[in-house]
């Protein structure tokens, strides 16, 4: 999956807990991208950075929080977990954005599981 | 809001027998038209994408087809295989003015053998 690690895999926590994801690129792409999949959503984006220490809401951004201190890494933060958040998170990452050619490049994914 | 709606939800095929997966855009600044397809347990992955400036693209066995003027554009694929058995999402991405990246709410592809 085009250089990107996402860890863990699979992880199943506790309501109220704090969980971290963490996506790792090898590809020195700029744009790192959070998403989630749920059944009749489709793919929907949390977060997205532009760079290190840059890094932006997206449509479902309430209940999480990213950070980006190195280029290849990108943490996904669930401050507290809800059942709710129940879902498989995908990092996703891109060397380009708003140009009309952004092909996406996505890891494979993040099963978390609260209960 | 934008959206893009995709359809159907679900599809089986014979081995042999062509797919089509087709998606509908809200709004009319969509440039740009990839798709992905998901197997069983890993992440998406693009396989074909278009131009707004195209009106057909061809990669072997699979092609893409847009209407501007429909705001439709369709996933092809010609002599299904088992290994074509996955999740398809089509998405549109707008880069003028608010930038979006709006994905389809996938199809599930299902080739019988």
């Known amino acids: 999956d085009a250089g990107i690690t996402q860890s863990p895999r699979h992880k199943v926590t506790e309501t109220g807990t704090p969980v971290t994801l963490r996506c790792h690129q090898t590809e020195n792409h700029r744009y790192m991208y959070w998403y989630r999949q749920d059944p009749g959503h489709g793919l929907r984006l949390i977060h997205y950075s532009y760079g290190v220490k840059d890094t932006d809401k997206g449509e479902v951004s309430d209940g999480y929080s990213v950070s980006r201190s190195k280029t290849e890494d990108f943490l996904l933060t669930l401050e507290s977990a809800t059942s709710s958040q129940t879902s498989v998170y995908f990092c996703a990452i891109s060397d380009l954005r708003g140009q009309g050619d952004e092909k996406l490049f996505f890891g494979s994914g993040t099963q978390l599981s609260v209960l | 809001g934008e959206n893009v709606e995709q359809h159907p939800s679900t599809l089986s095929v014979q081995e042999g027998d062509s797919a089509v997966i087709k998606c509908t855009y809200s709004d009319s600044a969509s440039n740009y038209f990839p798709w992905y397809k998901q197997e069983l347990g890993k992440g998406p992955q693009l396989i074909i994408d278009?131009?707004?400036?195209?009106g057909e693209k061809k990669d072997q066995r699979i092609a893409v087809t847009l209407n501007k003027t429909a705001k439709h554009f369709s996933l092809h694929i010609t002599e299904t295989q088992p290994e074509d058995s996955a999740v398809y999402f089509c998405a549109a991405i707008i880069s003028s003015g608010t930038y979006k990246y709006i994905f389809g709410t996938g199809t599930r592809l299902k080739v019988l053998a």
């Open positions: 278009i131009r707004s400036n195209v």
